[in-house]
């Protein structure tokens, strides 16, 4: 009797922590590399210092039209971050064009979130991002699987009430036009 308690106790201790390490796991198997992503619009570009790189923000005509109209960003929507290594000089430091911004070198990796009615809804309310997932690509459109996609969950949570997404004004501004 006693045996059988302990085994049924620890049978539920570990069914119990399987179900709390899947819920916070941030997969990223829902999301597809965007094939058609530049066909979309290019609605901003920074530059990295701190890492070097310059970087081009693509979305579906439609979220930004949204919410051009004060609407949310509909269910579909994908944004596509494009990440290219700047070009460097002969001391490491990146090249800027006439206008002081980096000049892309070579294309290192995507970074896609993409909303869907229903999505997120198996995460818990510290980490869920509404209905966005997120996965990043390498520069073939290969799924990068050596990225920690829940660091993309938490770096976006403070941002819920820009739905989550930090170029928010400027998709607001330029996408959708």
Known sequence: MYRRTICVATTLGVLAGLAISMQVRAAGDKVVFPENYAKGVMYSTLDRPDIKQFREFYATPEAGAALRKGEPI???????????????????????????????????????????????AEYPATLRNGEWEYQA??????????????ECFECHKPIEKQDYVFTFDRLKITAGK
Do not use: C, H
């Not at 990146?94 to 999505?119: C, H, Q, S, Y």
């Not at 690509?137 to 829940?150: I, M, P, Q, S």
């Open 137 to 150: 690509f390498t520069a073939d459109g290969k799924v990068n699987d050596k990225r920690n996609l829940t």
């Open 74 to 120: 509909p269910s579909g929507a994908v944004l596509t971050m494009a990440q290219y290594s700047a070009q460097l000089d002969v001391q490491g430091n990146p090249v800027k064009d006439a206008n002081g911004r980096f000049i892309k070198g070579n294309l290192v990796g995507f970074t896609v979130m993409e909303k869907r009615t229903g999505w997120g």
